[in-house]
């Protein structure tokens, strides 16, 4: 089975440009869920999506937006970046969108973003 | 809020020996699931074990056991027989039952396995 598939893996933007990420998750897996990591601020969750809808979202600001396609696949979106949107964006999926058991979250590479 | 402190950011361990990464959580949830998770330089996130807070038993999985105390809210991951591949960073994460795929995670341990 294909892992989690996070394109593009590497990318350079300057101040004021947007941004989009895709993510391909696994077979079978629904929930698609974004997270941002920085060396200051860590791991922190951006949003979830289950069935093209938003389930929840972290506490980030109305730049960051996201969708997810009908095949499970999710992009997210930064507008007017800024310096410290510099960071490595990771994508993880899971099969349902209960929070019983395990149910864990299977993350991709990421996608590395540079803003200048 | 929901926290998680691991206290070391830094360690060694000699290849083969066995190594304890810290974890400690606050939540005042009745139910919630612990989760360690391995990222090497690479960057992807591994995921190599869980908890459950209702879970009697530690869990393991292979040369990974979680040494779960609840009443103290700590989830230690224990490493038997390190490996040199064993090295990066090392994450503990939490989830609230009503929060899907929601990770609250820790600021890390980075472990360096020594030959």
């Known amino acids: 089975k294909a892992g989690v598939t996070q394109t593009p893996r590497y990318l350079i933007k300057t101040r004021g440009q947007q941004v989009t990420l895709s993510c391909s998750p696994i077979?079978?897996?629904?929930?698609v869920s974004w997270y941002q990591q920085t060396p200051g601020q860590g791991l922190q969750f951006l949003f979830e999506y289950f069935s093209e809808t938003q389930r929840n979202k972290g506490n980030f600001p109305g730049r960051f937006s996201g969708r997810q396609f009908s095949n499970s696949r999710s992009e997210m979106n930064v507008s007017t970046l800024e310096l410290g949107d510099s960071a490595l964006y990771l994508c993880?999926?899971?099969?349902?969108?209960?929070?019983?058991?395990?149910?864990?979250?299977?993350f991709g590479a990421g996608s590395r973003l540079t803003v200048l | 809020a929901q926290k998680i402190t691991q206290t070391q950011p830094g360690m060694f361990v000699q290849e083969k020996e066995a190594v304890t990464l810290d974890c400690t959580y606050d939540t005042s949830d009745p139910s919630y699931g612990l989760f360690w998770y391995k990222q090497p330089s690479s960057g992807e996130m591994i995921f190599l074990i869980y908890q459950g807070s209702y879970d009697q038993q530690n869990a393991t999985e292979g040369r990974y056991s979680l040494n779960f105390q609840k009443a103290r809210k700590s989830a230690n991951l224990v490493i038997s027989a390190s490996q040199l591949g064993d090295s990066a960073m090392y994450f503990c994460a939490q989830r609230s039952y009503n929060q899907g795929g929601k990770l609250i995670f820790g600021q890390g341990t980075e472990l360096s396995v020594k030959p």
């Open positions: 077979s079978g897996h629904r929930s």
């Open positions: 993880a999926s899971r099969e349902g969108q209960g929070s019983s058991g395990a149910n864990v979250l299977t």
